[in-house]
């Protein structure tokens, strides 16, 4: 068996394209299974990769302040207190947040940048290098823009404070994210404009920033913080990796509904095939050992059968997998990896990035499976007398 | 040659399909089965090709106990020594003439050329080299039955086995195949042949006529 007979691998190709509404039916639902194990792996690995890139651009740790349970300003004075801390480096009082736009139903992210402070993101940095900004006026993205220009404004854009009177801010430019499709909501300007637009008093900011000298630190010093400040919710790089991991948990319905269909198909046909071969098989297995073939030769060919349809299905179904969520960056697939924390699948790129060791977990839930299901039966009629055949 | 020494083959609890039957056939002897259906002239054919075993008793062929046999060591015996023509043929209709008749070979993984030559030589013996990359099923029945016997003598087996070949060949077909069995007599095979087709008693070539009732021998 160790050198691959060429007859005995056309026979298998030509009884498989003999059989041939049965085994488009097994590919189909082979290939399908495939797919969908393939898909969900592929972007999974891809986002957790791309997260965790995410990850280690942020800041160390991160404060913010809780009031009645619900996120609140945040005081300079508190930065002092914190810089105190041993093990502290650096710190910044940030202004930042999201702002929902209700007419295009979209969801800005405002970033407020002080010209004397270092940025942290190479594209914020990039740009405050380009422009300098007056207090009347952003930095917009492309993305930005666009929704902007539907609602008609153009020129500048109309912010509703808390109080519900407007903030007028005159778009400056506008900028290309790039890859970074994680930015595509980005809003740019100075830190006092958007304490104007969040009703934050010039001493107050949404959270507080740190930074860190030995990470190893990092949870130590996150628990010294949580004792001294009893409201504040801290975030460490940590807290963020264990968050993401628990967002690869699949308890997505959508997603597990599928998975059971395929798998349920997949056990049909190992069933049925289990179940006995056709009279037809039957006979023609007789025949082959009529005229001289042995259970081996059987089962060789069966073999060659079996490891063929299973090899293309399995890349058939990892190519399309590869495509749909590398090529086309998984259309339709957005509401299925949503969580709670609103991870949306199409705020990442989806770069190639490729765990082998789940497609060996998919290739050996299905190829050794759909191998034996069909040796298992052929082998049951080939130890069989063939004097069938003489009637 | 061939001999059956007090074989019996019973079917489940009591078919009695074979019962002790003893035979012997010599080199090169062309020897018919004969009797109604039921008479256990398939059985027979099927102990000596090794495809089943006797319930009792032993077969023997060249010395070897075929009974005996386990089955990779029944499967090249097959090879070597057996040709079997059945009578519904038994190709498989979707590969062409030239693949059935290679098919026996397959396992063996021998070279390409070798292999069609080998093809080449008996598709050219029973006249059917012209139509060898048309699939069998577009062959009609006579043709197919030439398909069937030029597989059967792929490995120039000593032993012949025929299952009722003529019962889905006209008279002119018929006649035709007798003239291979001849021609096939002439080259030292042992031949079996099981009918119940009056055509073949009367045949001077042939060297006996047994007649089988019930699994027994009259
Ligand atoms: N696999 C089997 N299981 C049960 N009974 C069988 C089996 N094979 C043969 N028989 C029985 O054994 C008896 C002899 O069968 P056999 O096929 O040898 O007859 P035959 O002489 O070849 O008949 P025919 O002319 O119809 O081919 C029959 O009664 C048949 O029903
Ligand atoms: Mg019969």
Redesign the pocket.
């Known amino acids: 068996m160790n050198k691959i007979n060429f007859y005995l691998l056309e026979y298998a190709y030509s009884y498989i394209l003999r059989h041939k509404n049965k085994n488009i039916f097994i590919v189909t639902v082979f290939t399908l299974l495939v797919a969908l194990l393939a898909t969900l792996f592929f972007v999974t690995s891809s986002l957790r990769y791309e997260l965790k890139e995410r990850i280690a651009n942020q800041s160390d740790i991160i404060i913010q302040n809780y009031k009645a349970g619900m996120p609140a300003a945040i005081d300079v004075s508190v930065l002092d207190k914190l810089l105190e801390i041993e093990g502290v480096t650096a710190g910044k009082l940030e202004v930042q947040g999201k702002y929902y736009f209700r007419p295009k139903e979209s969801t800005f992210y405002l970033l407020g940048v002080d010209a004397f402070e270092m940025q942290d993101d190479p594209v914020v940095a990039k740009l405050l290098e380009q422009y300098e900004l007056s207090d009347s006026e952003m930095l917009v993205s492309k993305n930005v823009q666009d929704i902007m220009n539907q609602a008609y404004y153009k020129e500048y854009f109309n912010f509703i404070k808390p109080d519900g009177s407007l903030h007028k801010v005159s778009i400056k430019a506008s900028f290309d994210v790039g890859e970074r499709v994680e930015l595509k909501n980005l809003i740019i300007m100075s830190k006092d404009t958007l304490r104007e637009i969040f009703g934050y008093s010039a001493d107050e900011g949404s959270d507080i920033a740190l930074s860190v000298a030995n990470k190893n630190e990092l949870e130590f010093i996150s628990s010294k913080i949580r004792l001294l400040l009893p409201n504040a919710k801290v975030t460490s790089k940590d807290d963020l990796l264990l968050e993401y991991e628990k967002l690869f948990d699949y308890d997505s319905g959508v997603f597990l509904s599928l998975f059971v269909i395929a798998l349920f198909t997949f056990f049909i046909i190992i069933y049925d095939k289990a179940n006995g071969l056709s009279s037809e098989e039957k006979r023609e297995i007789g025949i082959l050992k009529a005229i001289g073939w042995c259970v081996e030769d059987v089962l060789h060919a069966k073999f060659y059968e079996a490891t063929l349809l299973s090899f293309f299905s399995f890349t058939l179904g990892l190519g399309i997998a590869f495509v749909y969520v590398f090529v086309f960056k998984a259309p339709l697939l957005g509401a299925i990896f949503t969580h709670e924390n609103m991870l949306e699948i199409h705020n990442f790129q989806l770069n190639i990035h490729i765990e082998l060791s789940y497609i060996l977990l998919i290739f050996l839930l299905s190829v050794p499976v759909y191998i034996a299901a069909t040796l298992i039966p052929s082998w049951r009629v080939a130890t069989l007398d063939a004097?069938?055949v003489?009637? | 040659m061939i001999k059956l020494k007090n074989v019996s083959k019973i079917?489940?609890k009591n078919?009695k399909?074979l019962q002790d039957i003893s035979l012997e056939f010599g080199e090169g002897e062309l020897i018919v089965l004969k009797?109604v259906?039921?008479?256990?002239?398939?059985?027979i054919l099927s102990l000596i090709a090794g495809l089943s075993k006797p319930t009792m008793g032993e077969v023997i062929v060249d010395g070897k106990k075929i009974s005996k046999l386990p089955d990779h060591f029944a499967a090249s015996y097959r090879r070597d020594n057996i040709g079997i023509v059945f009578q519904k043929y038994n190709l498989i209709p979707e590969l062409s003439v030239e693949e059935n008749v290679l098919l026996p070979l397959f396992p063996l993984n021998l070279p390409r050329e070798l292999m069609r030559q080998k093809a080449k030589r008996v598709l050219e013996m029973f006249s059917i080299a012209h139509k060898s990359s048309l699939m069998v099923r577009n062959l009609s029945g006579g043709e197919q039955q030439r398909v069937a016997i030029a597989r059967a003598n792929i490995n120039d087996p000593k032993i012949i086995l025929a299952d009722?070949p003529t019962a889905n060949l006209d008279e002119k077909l018929s006649c035709e195949f007798i003239e291979i069995l001849r021609e096939l007599k002439s080259k030292n095979r042992t031949i079996v042949v099981?009918t119940?087709d009056p055509l073949f008693f009367e045949l001077d070539f042939v060297d006996r006529v047994i007649n089988l009732e019930h699994g027994k021998l009259l």
Request: aromatic share 6%; glycine share 22%.
């Open positions: 004097d069938e003489m009637r | 079917y489940g078919i399909a009797g259906s039921g008479s256990g002239k398939s059985t009722e099981a119940h």
